[in-house]
């Protein structure tokens, strides 16, 4: 599924294309995504003028002058195509706006979601509602690790993936940044040492302006909306690469499972 960076990368791509435009013309070519679109979607959309296309957590904003914000989900294999050549059975959204620009929310899994709300209301969407501060935004830093690891049993990983505390971590950036700041994924919070989370509290938004330097990592699904691929994954230091020789020590890369999800780390270098 993609996270912050893939996000970022989507919704950077979105700006030129949409802001300041007028959606002439939005085409649903079914019913629903993961839920039913807002009936009144298209009639709402048609007409308006996009004043900002950003990201909250891992969702993508997209706001109009009529005082709607459109929140985009892409779920696991949700990609916006920019100029399509042709519209496939998966380009489940059409938009077209008055520069003679189309964009397609394809969904082969159909995991995505489009709603839309009232700007002023947005924050309360079930979706936004309790999402903790942005980790590449001025409230982060080793003052809200300090308060969130604080008396915590929870291992380091399940804290920075809680998005209550942190909005927007995923599971392959928050192993990459454990591996940089030498935090064991299963330590619990509470006994990090106060160097290892200043250490986190860097090593988490550089990971993550590093991800989005380099347009995400495609593992599967992620492109940018004119059909680049990431290619982070090539920079990983841990993640996916069990077996493989710690790019610091030369100890194999080892592998756990934590709430369902694989952690990778350096036996030697975590701690």
Known sequence: MPELPEVE??????????????????????????????????????????????????????????????????????????????????DHVVFETGNGRVVAFNDARRFGSLD?????????????????????????GAVLLTRAFADRLAPAKALLLDQRLIAGLGNIYVCEALFRAGIHPARAGGTVAAARLTSLAAAVPAVLEEAIAAGGSSLRDHA?????????????????REGEACVTCDTLIARIVQSGRSSFFCPKCQH
């Open 224 to 240: 940018a909306p004119d059909g680049t691929l990431g290619y982070f994954q090539k920079a990983f230091h841990v993640y996916g």
């Open 116 to 140: 839309l709300v009232a700007t002023a209301d947005a924050t309360a969407h079930p979706l936004l509602a309790g999402i903790g501060p942005e980790p590449l935004g001025p409230d982060f």
């Open 9 to 90: 990368t989507v919704m950077r791509g979105l700006s030129p294309v949409w802001l300041g435009q007028r959606f002439t013309r939005v085409t649903l070519n079914r019913g629903d995504l993961r839920r039913p679109f807002p009936q009144d979607l298209g009639q709402r959309l048609t007409g308006a003028t996009v004043t900002a296309c950003r990201r909250r957590a891992k969702y993508g904003l997209i706001d109009t002058d009529r005082g709607d914000t459109l929140i985009l989900h892409l779920g696991m294999s949700g990609r916006m195509r920019v100029d399509p050549e042709a519209i496939g059975k998966h």
